[in-house]
């Protein structure tokens, strides 16, 4: 908890909105962090590229010059269970769904991805690793109680989300008041200014972001009817190699107690550890 605390107070909500366009210069490379303190490779050693979007605290974000985050913290524990040597790459949203999906530039992506029928079409994921969920976040004199209260208002999300696919059902794909933007950071900072009247985004973001933002007085309404249950995978190109050697690593890390350590570090709760286990 207070790793979590200290980290996101000094990164803000600035450094979030600006995370995509950020640069770390660690090993030499743009955007780039190295798998933790794992040893140089050789020549003949496989370095498995990530991609990440780090604009989603607390999940990926930028700190300074480095990317930090629960999944930055679960994929160094994976990938050290696995005994695979990896890099990890701030490309941003859109980028990463089109590298990884050509698995040209990158082997997978990480970045709070949810596992939906539709991306399964196009890609293969990893055992899931987080349950979440979808969360509306308006102000406190609003009088939006439930997702169908959305219906004739101006609502923001981030593009290309299960955040943007729910509210395009309820909404309509093309109704002008939703209004789509590259990163949650963007469209809370929307919400801030009067421009929309919610934001729709994971519940980890929105809890995030109220804690940090007191002062903005908003409210967080949970909805189960229309947002269930969303588990996360980590992102891979279809067919991939990788899939048969993560999925074993996770669920050790899961079943070991390791998974519990990092999401209390960073959630200050225990998770539900059977459900992740469960989901199908």
Do not use: H
Not at 31 to 38: K, V
């Amino acid at each position: 908890m207070g790793k979590r605390l200290s980290v996101l107070l000094a990164a803000g909500i600035l450094v979030m909105t600006m995370a995509a366009c950020g640069a770390n210069k660690e090993n030499g490379s743009s955007n780039t962090a190295s798998g933790g303190d794992q040893p140089s490779s050789t020549a003949s050693e496989k370095v498995y590229k990530f991609a990440t979007d780090a604009a989603y605290a607390p999940m990926e974000f930028m700190d300074k010059d480095k990317i930090s985050g629960f999944d930055v913290d679960f994929l160094k524990a994976v990938m050290e269970e696995a005994g695979l040597k990896y890099s990890i790459t701030n490309t941003g949203w859109d980028a990463m769904l089109t590298e990884v999906q050509s698995g040209k530039s990158y082997d997978a992506g990480i970045s709070s991805v949810s596992i939906t029928p539709e991306r399964e079409e196009s890609y293969d994921y990893s055992i899931p690793y987080f349950e979440s969920t979808n969360m509306i976040m308006v102000k406190e004199d609003s009088t939006v109680a439930s997702a169908a209260d959305l219906k004739d208002k101006k609502v923001a999300v981030q593009g290309s989300t299960t955040a943007d696919t729910l509210m395009s059902g309820i909404m309509g794909n093309d109704n002008t008041d939703l209004k789509r933007f590259d990163s949650n950071a963007v469209a809370m900072l929307e919400l801030d200014s009067g421009g929309v009247d919610a934001v729709v985004a994971d519940i980890a973001i929105v809890r995030e972001y109220m804690k940090n933002n007191p002062e903005r007085k908003l409210k967080a309404i949970m909805d189960t009817a229309s947002f269930g249950s969303e588990f996360y995978g980590i992102l891979l190109p279809a067919g991939s190699e990788l899939k048969a050697k993560l999925d074993p690593a996770i669920k050790t890390v899961l079943e070991n107690g390791k998974y519990t350590e990092i999401y209390k570090e960073w959630f200050g709760e225990e998770p539900n550890v059977d459900n992740v286990l469960n989901a199908k």
